[in-house]
Structure formats: C-alpha cells, structure tokens
C-alpha cells in the first residue's frame, strides 16, 4: 500500500512570496490533516478534512494560509504572503476513519522562508 | 484548550536501560491517547494508542497505561536498544464533532548508546 504523498520536499522562499504544497494521501481514506512542525516543536494542527469539507480550520491563519480539497482525494495549502515565522515543515496525513484511528504522516515538506 | 506535556531531551541511556519518558494532558473531554516516532530521516509513525481509561497499550515492547487520574500517559520499555533511538511524541485527540485532530507534546529525542 502506498503512503502519504507530498511535494515538494523542500522549499526555500523569500518574505512576502507565495508557496504552495501538495499531498496525496493514502488510497480509500477519507480524512486528510495538514500539520505545521516548527524545529524544537510538536506537530500543530492547521485543518482536517472529511472527504471534500472542512471539520476544524480553527488554528489556520486564515489571512495567510488557504487549503483545499477538491474531489475529497489530493488536498493543496498555500500561503500567501509568507513570513519569517512560517518556516517549519508542513505534513499531511490521512486516515480512515474518524476518531481512534491512526493517522498517516507523509514525509513533509520543509519550508525555508528568507 | 487541550494540551500535552511530555519531558524534555535528549535522553540519553545505555543500551539494555530501563526507559521511562513522562508524558501528562490537559483535555476538556474523554480524549484518546497515543505515542508517535520519529525514527532519523523517517516520518512519523504510531507507536502505539490508549482510547479509554485503564487501558494499555503497546507495540515493539513499549507500553504505556492511560490513567485518569493522574492526567498521565507515561511510555516505558524495559529494555532499550540502539535502535530506539529518535523522537518520541506523545499526542491526545479529543474528537468533538468528528475533528479528531492531534495535539502533540514537544517530543524526546531518546538516544541509546552501545
């Protein structure tokens, strides 16, 4: 069975610059989470998705960040502008069902902002 | 809001070293508990998950017991391996709704020498 899908895998930007990220995630599972990791942190939940809606988007910097999920499969987030602050690495992950259920992480892409 | 906080690293032990890593949450519901891995260079991967009181659970040796009471969910392994090596995470999902996105710890980085 194949993973969690993303790309890219690095990313270098300057400030004020757009960026954009994609995951794929595992076949057949309809919840898609996209976390940011700040190095020294835990992960951070951005938004879930159920198939094509959104269930929680709560700690999404919604003047910045944007993500969609069309056809409830492969999900894209975005920030524009970006700031310093936002270098972390971004990770994707799906599962199967709701709660109990294990979440898969991709590898993440990790985002340098200059 | 939810919280976990997990002590802080690096640990470092001796192979065949008794393992504890001390992780405790703060959730407004009946959250389900779990412990992720880093491995070096790898993604995050479950280790292993609790979903009510009293339960235990375990994989590769490791164990951890979800207890109410104290607020704790404590990994531990009896004996530790070189391999063991990486970034331990202990996370709780408190699904409302259907959002059953994870709240991290900061994570351990566990180092085993030979």
């Known amino acids: 069975e194949a993973g969690v899908a993303q790309s890219p895998r690095y990313k270098i930007i300057e400030k004020r610059q757009s960026v954009a990220f994609w995951c794929n995630p595992i076949?057949?599972?309809?919840?898609l989470y996209w976390y940011q990791q700040i190095l020294g942190q835990g992960p951070k939940l951005l938004i879930q998705?159920?198939?094509?809606?959104?269930?929680?988007d709560s700690q999404l910097p919604k003047d910045r960040f944007s993500a969609e999920r069309l056809k409830g499969v492969d999900s894209t987030l975005k920030i524009q502008p970006a700031k310093l602050e936002d270098s972390a690495v971004y990770l994707c992950?799906?599962?199967?069902?709701?709660?109990?259920?294990?979440?898969?992480f991709g590898p993440g892409t990790r985002l340098t902002v200059l | 809001g939810d919280s976990v906080t997990q002590m802080e690293g690096p640990v470092t032990l001796s192979e065949e070293a008794f393992l504890t890593i001390n992780c405790t949450y703060t959730?407004?519901?009946?959250?389900?508990l779990f412990w992720y891995v880093q491995y070096p260079g790898e993604g995050l991967q479950l280790l292993l998950k609790?979903?009510?009181?009293?339960d235990k659970g375990s994989n590769k040796g490791f164990e951890a017991t979800y207890r109410k009471e104290t607020t704790s969910f404590h990994l531990e392994k009896g004996s530790v391996q070189v391999s063991d090596s990486a970034v331990y995470f202990c996370?709780?999902?408190?699904?409302?709704?259907?959002?059953?996105?994870?709240?991290f710890g900061k994570g351990t980085h566990l180092i085993i020498q030979p």
């Open positions: 996370a709780l999902s408190d699904s409302g709704g259907g959002a059953d996105g994870l709240t």
């Open positions: 959730a407004t519901g009946y959250p389900s």
């Open positions: 998705f159920q198939n094509n809606g959104v269930v929680d």
């Open positions: 992950a799906s599962s199967s069902r709701g709660a109990y259920n294990e979440q898969f």
């Open positions: 609790a979903t009510k009181a009293d």
């Open positions: 076949s057949g599972h309809a919840t």
